[in-house]
């Protein structure tokens, strides 16, 4: 992190390290993984490589008409699903770990549905390393030879670095080299065959660029948030014997049980960056430490078996590379020990877990509460994307909820401007999964609007550059003279040493005379180099003198400080003594707590147990009310319309009795008061044919039809023809109504008969028509057909508009209404006819009927013509 900033909590100040008028989006990658099986439906196809089209496989209908939709999605690049992991890793992580070396900071994570390739993406597979691998393989291989000195940097629980000089971290080194258990990974050891096909890469790949006259130092640390809590996976917890260990029966557990790591906070430095408090950071010095630190971590992180993988992660995990950055001294030998000098850069890489839903993954327990707190930090996730989308586009200042998870809020800086931040979007193309394909395209469009500010390069420390090789002893390079060399330059040349005459006396006299200058040349040549290598015998006597003195000073100075150190240890052990003696008592109050707390549960659990039983109980109770209540109003119903049956049966079989006395009377009255010469004959009468059949309501009198012709054939029954016949009907007759005897019936064609009317049967039908009965005041069955229209409603429904009431009637022979009768009677025996024209006459004529029965053999005709006034 930069270690220069001005930011307060409260007023939005400009950052020293972004760029406020410099602002990338989000980058938004899109990787189709494989499908399983080769005949499986797909749902997404790779339209370019920047789209891809989600096709709605068959069975889903995204509207009311039916009509499939087509949907397509852009992307900074799409990766289908032949894309080899170098090839990711080349678009999407390069650049990232580029901008590490160089001070920068960066954030990738993977964002998909369960089982989509999440993990994979970022771990990788045997054979096949992914993007993890890769970034501390190109790490490692850019800054190689510019690693500092283990122990030369170190790491504190401010978020921060401290500087340590050769001497120091020579001590701490050898002193952890003396500990029976090193918990830091030595490049010494085989690599663990677990993974180490993971870790092979076979293409090299080197940032440019990278700052010779600084030293580096890579820092790992892995964390996992599990149900809304962090936890550190590289913490090593031992086996404490002052304090004891408990289970859940609240007896102490054996003393090689493992005890459950703590989970971590989060806290602000002083720069207001988010860091997780006391989490374990490893200095790392190769590819295969970092990676068998990641290793280590990833056992122990939180996987399950569910309905749709094999090996789910139940948990959101981030891998941690902190790159260390200090500058060399102006000799180019030593750090520079100023800790303001130190720059720091991080780069998380960070393997969300898969979203899922319950009713596919069969979730339940503990499983079901972990998806639901997986669910609700990426709907976190989602919403801070939603804010910062609509704070940048509207110009708007809402509160982005950071803090609703730990998800969010550990990486807030990074929205705020700390770096560069990349997505890779991993989808299942099967068409099971189309509906969470869905909603992650939907969340990926919306990422990619979110725009971050760009952060600008480090400062220069101001010394002068390429000083690390300035004071390094060089060879004999490209055409620099050896001293040798220049030596021989220095001794005069010799002359020609041919003699061509016997006679020559020249020759070898010069020849002895330059011989003898180069020997008097080497002899005081000799002289001075004794003379020098004197002097210089006599500095390094003096050197060695320094050193030793010096030397002794510091182990004087080692000796007060390891005294210094032994007191202090002694002091640390008794404070870690008195430490572990209060935490064990506190140990003791927290589990009486959680016995209390769990006994609170108990009851509360019970307590709400017997109002769920009370409750039901009253409900029960209220249903068998109503159930009674319902029973007795029909009941009730029931019984008095068979009371008011049996009364208007009973008032008509006296209205028809005292019909027949009375006509007796008056037949017996004239017979009394008009003697007559001529007995007529009464008329004859056509019996009816067929039986009626017997009616379940009281006995009401029908009328009689007469025939003008008893050899003419009887009536054909016609049924009334409906005015809207072209209509499909619904016909509504409930279980209740009874079989009338009426010549004329309603008859509907192509109508659906239902006994109680539904919606499936309204749905298919334009008219609606529903027989009622009732009894009239003159005790007889009124049938009303009542018609309506039906009408669909913007719901989704029916309604029913009613537009007339036809009524269907059986009235009584004895009413007021006088009929004539075409029957002309019979022949008298004298000879003598007798018309019927008077109404008196016509009126005399009675038709008698039993009780309870229904123009049946039990009625008789009773005929006495009155004689004519004279």
Same mark, same amino acid.
């Given at each position: 992190?930069?270690?220069?900033?001005?930011?307060?909590?409260?007023?939005?100040?400009?950052?020293?390290?972004?760029?406020?008028?410099?602002?990338?989006?989000?980058? !938004?990658?899109?990787?189709?993984?494989?499908?399983?099986?080769?005949?499986?439906?797909?749902?997404?196809?790779?339209?370019?490589?920047?789209?891809?089209?989600?096709?709605?496989?068959?069975?889903?209908?995204?509207?009311?008409?039916?009509?499939?939709?087509?949907?397509?999605?852009?992307?900074?690049?799409?990766?289908?699903?032949?894309? =080899?992991?170098?090839?990711?890793?080349?678009?999407?992580?390069?650049?990232?770990?580029?901008?590490?070396?160089?001070?920068?900071?960066?954030?990738?994570?993977?964002?998909?549905?369960?089982?989509?390739?999440?993990?994979?993406?970022?771990?990788?597979?045997?054979?096949?390393?992914?993007?993890?691998?890769?970034?501390?393989?190109?790490?490692?291989?850019?800054?190689?030879?510019?690693?500092?000195?283990?122990?030369?940097?170190?790491?504190?629980?401010?978020?921060?670095?401290?500087?340590?000089?050769?001497?120091?971290?020579l001590?701490?080194?050898?002193?952890?080299?003396?500990?029976?258990?090193?918990?830091?990974?030595?490049?010494?050891?085989?690599?663990?065959?677990?993974?180490?096909?993971?870790?092979?890469?076979?293409?090299?790949?080197?940032?440019?660029?990278?700052?010779?006259?600084?030293?580096?130092?890579?820092?790992?640390?892995?964390?996992?948030?599990?149900?809304?809590?962090?936890?550190?996976?590289?913490?090593?917890?031992?086996?404490?014997p002052?304090?004891?260990?408990?289970?859940?029966?609240?007896?102490?557990?054996?003393?090689? /049980?493992?005890?459950?790591?703590?989970?971590?906070?989060?806290?602000?430095?002083?720069?207001?960056?988010?860091? !997780?408090?006391?989490c374990?950071?490893?200095e790392?010095?190769?590819? *295969?430490?970092?990676?068998?630190?990641?290793?280590?971590?990833q056992?122990?992180?939180?996987?399950?078996?569910?309905?749709?993988?094999?090996?789910?992660?139940?948990?959101?995990?981030?891998?941690?590379?902190?790159?260390?950055?200090?500058?060399?001294?102006?000799?180019?030998?030593?750090?520079?020990?100023?800790?303001?000098?130190?720059?720091?850069?991080?780069?998380?890489?960070?393997?969300?877990?898969?979203?899922?839903?319950?009713?596919?993954?069969?979730?339940?327990?503990?499983?079901?509460?972990?998806?639901?707190?997986?669910?609700?930090?990426?709907?976190?996730?989602?919403?801070?994307?939603?804010?910062?989308?609509?704070?940048?586009?509207?110009?708007?200042?809402?509160?982005?909820?950071?803090?609703?998870?730990?998800l969010?809020?550990?990486?807030?800086?990074y929205?705020?401007?700390?770096?560069?931040?990349?997505?890779?979007?991993?989808?299942?193309?099967?068409?099971?999964?189309?509906?969470?394909?869905?909603?992650?395209?939907?969340?990926?469009?919306?990422?990619?609007?979110?725009?971050?500010?760009? #952060?600008?390069?480090?400062?220069?420390?101001?010394?002068?550059?390429?000083?690390?090789?300035?004071?390094?002893?060089?060879?004999?390079?490209?055409?620099?003279?050896?001293?040798?060399?220049?030596?021989?330059?220095?001794?005069?040349?010799?002359?020609?040493?041919?003699?061509?005459?016997?006679?020559?006396?020249?020759?070898?006299?010069?020849?002895?005379?330059?011989?003898?200058?180069?020997?008097?040349?080497?002899?005081?040549?000799?002289?001075?180099?004794?003379?020098?290598?004197?002097?210089?015998?006599?500095?390094?006597?003096?050197?060695?003198?320094? !050193?030793?003195?010096?030397?002794?000073?510091?182990?004087?100075?080692?000796?007060?400080?390891?005294?210094?150190?032994?007191?202090?240890?002694?002091?640390?052990?008794?404070?870690?003594?008195?430490?572990?003696?209060?935490?064990?008592?506190?140990?003791?109050?927290?589990?009486?707590?959680?016995?209390?707390?769990e006994?609170?549960?108990?009851l509360?659990?019970?307590?709400?147990?017997?109002?769920?039983?009370?409750?039901?109980?009253?409900?029960?109770k209220r249903?068998?009310?109503?159930?009674?209540?319902?029973?007795?109003?029909?009941?009730?119903?029931?019984w008095?319309?068979?009371?008011?049956?049996?009364?208007?049966?009973?008032?008509?079989?006296?209205?028809n009795?005292?019909?027949?006395?009375?006509?007796?009377?008056?037949?017996?009255?004239?017979?009394?008061?008009?003697?007559? =010469?001529?007995?007529?004959?009464?008329?004859?009468?056509?019996?009816?044919?067929?039986?009626?059949?017997?009616?379940?309501?009281? #006995?009401?009198?029908?009328?009689?039809?007469?025939? #003008?012709?008893?050899?003419?054939?009887?009536?054909?029954?016609?049924?009334?023809?409906?005015?809207?016949?072209?209509?499909?009907?619904?016909?509504?007759?409930?279980?209740?109504?009874?079989?009338?005897?009426?010549?004329?019936?309603?008859h509907?064609?192509?109508?659906?008969?239902?006994?109680?009317?539904? *919606?499936?049967?309204?749905a298919?039908?334009?008219?609606?028509?529903?027989?009622?009965?009732?009894?009239?005041?003159?005790g007889?069955?009124?049938?009303?057909?009542?018609?309506?229209?039906?009408?669909?409603?913007?719901?989704?429904?029916?309604?029913?508009?009613?537009?007339?009431?036809?009524?269907?009637k059986?009235?009584?022979?004895?009413?007021?209404?006088?009929?004539?009768?075409?029957? !002309?009677?019979?022949?008298?025996? /004298?000879?003598?006819?007798?018309?019927?024209?008077?109404?008196?006459?016509?009126?005399?004529?009675?038709?008698?009927?039993?009780a309870?029965?229904?123009?049946?053999?039990?009625?008789?005709?009773?005929?006495?013509?009155?004689?004519?006034?004279?």
């Amino acid at each position: 992190m930069k270690s220069a900033r001005a930011k307060t909590p409260r007023k939005p100040i400009v950052k020293k390290g972004s760029q406020t008028n410099l602002k990338d989006p989000v980058g !938004v990658y899109c990787r189709v993984r494989p499908l399983g099986f080769p005949d499986q439906e797909c749902c997404i196809e790779v339209i370019n490589n920047t789209t891809v089209q989600l096709h709605t496989p068959e069975g889903y209908r995204l509207n009311r008409n039916g009509d499939y939709k087509e949907t397509q999605y852009s992307f900074k690049q799409v990766f289908g699903t032949h894309t =080899t992991q170098k090839e990711l890793f080349d678009v999407v992580a390069n650049p990232l770990v580029d901008d590490l070396i160089h001070g920068k900071n960066g954030l990738l994570f993977t964002y998909g549905v369960t089982g989509s390739g999440k993990t994979h993406t970022m771990t990788g597979s045997p054979g096949e390393g992914g993007l993890l691998p890769r970034c501390l393989d190109m790490i490692f291989n850019s800054i190689g030879s510019f690693q500092a000195k283990r122990y030369v940097f170190k790491s504190n629980d401010r978020n921060s670095m401290d500087i340590q000089c050769e001497v120091d971290a020579l001590l701490e080194r050898q002193k952890r080299e003396a500990m029976p258990n090193p918990k830091t990974p030595s490049s010494k050891r085989q690599v663990d065959p677990e993974f180490a096909d993971m870790i092979t890469v076979q293409e090299f790949c080197k940032a440019e660029e990278v700052d010779e006259d600084s030293v580096y130092g890579v820092f790992v640390s892995y964390i996992e948030i599990y149900n809304n809590y962090i936890y550190d996976l590289l913490e090593e917890v031992p086996f404490d014997p002052i304090k004891p260990k408990w289970n859940s029966c609240s007896t102490p557990m054996r003393n090689t /049980d493992f005890v459950p790591p703590q989970s971590k906070l989060l806290r602000e430095d002083k720069n207001h960056n988010m860091y !997780v408090a006391g989490c374990t950071e490893v200095e790392v010095k190769s590819t *295969e430490e970092a990676f068998e630190v990641f290793w280590r971590g990833q056992k122990k992180r939180r996987i399950a078996n569910t309905h749709l993988n094999r090996e789910s992660s139940r948990s959101h995990s981030v891998f941690n590379i902190k790159l260390v950055q200090a500058p060399l001294d102006a000799d180019g030998d030593n750090v520079l020990q100023e800790k303001e000098q130190i720059t720091i850069s991080q780069l998380s890489l960070v393997d969300l877990a898969g979203s899922e839903r319950t009713n596919r993954t069969r979730a339940e327990g503990n499983r079901l509460r972990e998806a639901g707190n997986i669910n609700q930090s990426l709907m976190t996730l989602r919403t801070c994307m939603d804010v910062l989308r609509e704070n940048q586009m509207y110009g708007t200042n809402k509160m982005v909820p950071y803090r609703d998870s730990k998800l969010t809020h550990l990486f807030k800086n990074y929205f705020d401007g700390e770096g560069k931040v990349r997505m890779i979007v991993c989808v299942n193309p099967k068409a099971e999964d189309y509906e969470e394909n869905l909603q992650v395209m939907r969340f990926a469009e919306v990422t990619q609007e979110v725009e971050v500010a760009r #952060p600008i390069d480090k400062a220069i420390c101001g010394l002068t550059p390429g000083r690390r090789y300035r004071n390094q002893p060089r060879g004999p390079i490209g055409n620099e003279p050896l001293v040798t060399d220049v030596v021989l330059q220095s001794f005069p040349p010799l002359p020609s040493c041919e003699i061509l005459d016997i006679n020559d006396e020249q020759t070898l006299p010069r020849l002895i005379e330059a011989l003898e200058k180069r020997h008097h040349l080497r002899q005081m040549m000799i002289d001075e180099f004794n003379k020098q290598s004197n002097a210089f015998k006599a500095l390094l006597q003096e050197f060695d003198n320094a !050193v030793l003195s010096k030397e002794n000073h510091m182990q004087g100075k080692l000796n007060e400080k390891e005294k210094m150190i032994s007191g202090q240890k002694l002091e640390i052990e008794r404070l870690e003594k008195k430490n572990k003696t209060l935490e064990y008592k506190i140990e003791i109050l927290e589990k009486t707590t959680t016995i209390y707390e769990e006994d609170k549960r108990n009851l509360q659990q019970e307590l709400e147990t017997q109002n769920q039983k009370l409750q039901r109980q009253f409900s029960d109770k209220r249903r068998l009310e109503a159930r009674l209540q319902g029973m007795v109003t029909e009941t009730t119903m029931k019984w008095e319309k068979e009371c008011e049956r049996r009364v208007a049966a009973k008032q008509l079989e006296m209205q028809n009795k005292l019909w027949v006395k009375d006509e007796k009377l008056k037949q017996l009255k004239a017979i009394v008061t008009e003697p007559k =010469t001529e007995k007529p004959e009464r008329p004859s009468r056509e019996r009816d044919r067929e039986k009626v059949t017997q009616r379940s309501v009281s #006995p009401s009198p029908v009328p009689f039809l007469f025939q #003008p012709d008893q050899n003419a054939p009887p009536i054909r029954l016609r049924h009334r023809r409906s005015r809207s016949a072209g209509d499909r009907w619904v016909d509504h007759k409930p279980a209740s109504n009874m079989q009338t005897e009426t010549v004329m019936q309603p008859h509907v064609p192509h109508a659906i008969t239902v006994s109680v009317a539904n *919606e499936k049967a309204l749905a298919k039908c334009e008219k609606y028509m529903l027989t009622h009965q009732e009894l009239a005041s003159d005790g007889e069955i009124e049938t009303k057909l009542i018609k309506g229209d039906i009408y669909k409603t913007r719901g989704g429904g029916q309604s029913v508009q009613f537009t007339d009431i036809e009524t269907l009637k059986q009235e009584s022979p004895n009413g007021s209404r006088k009929r004539r009768s075409s029957t !002309v009677a019979p022949a008298q025996p /004298d000879g003598a006819e007798s018309e019927w024209t008077d109404v008196e006459t016509r009126c005399s004529v009675a038709v008698e009927m039993k009780a309870g029965s229904q123009l049946g053999p039990g009625y008789q005709h009773h005929a006495q013509p009155k004689r004519k006034k004279p």
